[in-house]
């Protein structure tokens, strides 16, 4: 079952046109390969995403101006037709590059659906890309083809059967095994510091410690443990905390939680705080997301 939902309420997909007026549209598709799709389409005027990581691949084209967005410590630009792809645990932001905006469409699978693109295509075990931004159009547009089947979910075979295929090209054309890197001592030392943060930031979302508790445990003053995690997650603590509520409260959000509700279990102050923080990282106000996904049914698997 496809359910779509719009940034202002709206269900259908926004015009590709030269613009400065924000639009985002979600849609969930369920029943893929056993698995739960995200898709997203969206034209960008003026907003910029705040610095915030997926857990899962973000598979995307560029259908209309140019994008921006800092990844690896670069900050690369993505014109119409190009190929996005960020990888998990990735910190990333997003945006305009010009004043007329960009639009473009994005998809989301997770790990284990990407392994089925992997062994059909007999691509590396753990498949990475060396560049987020892929000049490949006849792929853009397979992706874009498959993006539009499934958003409509009018023939779920030609969705899902699109979808592999495009998986199945982008792994076999563009990924490589991922570089075995043996850290220095100091990066080691800043993805241990991070790691123990990041931990007990989760463990204790709805009363998180204070920076300065993190550091003394951890035998450190807060500016060493500062630098440490923004060297490792690519942002300050606090953000990476209110993008992991965020993340909590989509999960929330899926499961028919209401705004309110997700608020509060994910650590929010109030539904104001997450409201503003869910549409820097998704696009969208929690109740728009939410209808996206409400009372929505698996749809059943094509075969």
Known sequence: MTRTAGASGTSSPPEHRATSADRTVWTRVDGVQGSTLHLLTARIGRRHYAPHIHDEYAIGVTVDGVETMRYRGDKVYSGAGSVVVVEPGEAHTGGPARPEGFAYLCLYP??????????????????????????????????????????????????????????????????????????????????????????????ELIAPPSLAEVAADLELSRYQLLRAFRDAMGMPPYAWLAQHRVT????????????????????????????????????????AYRNSVQDSAPRRPAS
């Open 110 to 203: 997770d790990a284990e659906l990407l392994g089925t693109a992997i062994k059909a295509d007999g691509g590396p075990e753990r498949p990475h890309f060396a560049e987020p931004i892929i000049d490949d159009r006849r792929l853009g547009e397979a992706l874009r083809l498959a993006h539009r089947a499934l958003r409509l979910g009018e023939d779920p075979l030609e969705g899902e059967s699109r979808l592999l295929a495009v998986l199945g090209t982008l792994v076999g054309r563009h990924a490589e095994a991922a570089p075995k890197v043996v850290p220095g001592p100091r990066r080691t030392d800043a993805a241990r510091i991070a790691r123990a943060t990041a931990v007990r930031l989760s463990d």
């Open 248 to 287: 909590r409260a989509r999960a929330l959000l899926d499961a028919g939680h209401r705004p309110a509700e997700a608020a509060t279990l994910a650590g929010f102050a109030d539904q104001a705080h997450l409201n503003r923080w869910f549409r820097r990282v998704v696009g969208v106000t929690p109740g």
